[in-house]
């Protein structure tokens, strides 16, 4: 298992039930040896680690052992609330030449925005959105942790899904998270979905 194949499963396992936090350790020969979590008690230990298993083996067919994975609990006001920033508009202006984006993006108390354009071509006006939305959230944090990396179309399950990789910068490292959405409405709408699907877990760390 490769280093960006760790951080794929991590963001996984973080986005589970009660699941705040997730630190995974491999072998040199790359196979998962130690799965460190911490949670709320919204559910048992048991139940969290069936849960993981269950994700570890969907995404990579591996069936880990439940002695590899230790579980901190505590209770849930003793980890910081998460603002979930939420879609509150989109403006885009579509010429011959360029495609530009606004992006509008409501937290608890304010809007932020974020702007970007780019050639007139359906993968530059992904790449637009998602840059776009990652500038509404710099606008938000008043700082830029975040880049993109990657964005791609998929077809799984007789869906259309959306796939978005992202390099968050902290401490003098950088990250990468993942973001996915299906296109249920518009794919617009899913780009900016699976922007936020990967920041969003980690913004309660980068305002602290």
């Given at each position: 298992m490769q280093p960006d194949d760790l951080t794929e499963l991590q963001n996984l396992i973080e986005k589970l039930d009660s699941v705040y936090s997730v630190k995974l350790t491999a072998d040199p020969d790359g196979n998962l040896c130690e799965i460190h979590v911490l949670s709320d008690k919204s559910k048992s230990p048991k139940q969290i680690s069936r849960d993981i298993q269950s994700a570890v083996a969907a995404r990579t067919g591996q069936d880990i052992e439940h002695r590899i994975i230790s579980i901190a609990q505590v209770d849930s006001d003793t980890i910081p609330k998460q603002e979930r920033l939420k879609i509150s508009g989109l403006?885009?202006?579509?010429?011959?030449?360029?495609?530009?984006?606004?992006?509008?993006?409501?937290?608890?108390?304010?809007?932020?925005?974020?702007?970007?354009?780019?050639?007139?071509?359906?993968?530059?006006?992904?790449?637009?959105?998602?840059?776009?939305?990652?500038?509404?959230?710099?606008?938000?944090?008043k700082s830029c942790p975040f880049s993109l990396s990657d964005i791609q179309k998929f077809h799984i399950a007789g869906s259309d899904e959306i796939n978005v990789a992202i390099h968050y910068y902290c401490n003098g490292s950088a990250r990468l998270l993942t973001g996915t959405a299906l296109i249920v409405d518009d794919e617009y709408s899913a780009v900016i979905k699976a922007t936020l699907d990967a920041v969003n877990r980690v913004i309660p760390v980068t305002l602290s």
């Open positions: 403006e885009t202006t579509n010429t011959e030449g360029s495609f530009s984006a606004t992006v509008i993006l409501a937290g608890k108390a304010d809007e932020y925005r974020g702007q970007a354009s780019e050639v007139n071509a359906m993968v530059a006006r992904r790449k637009v959105l998602a840059i776009a939305s990652i500038n509404a959230i710099h606008d938000y944090l």
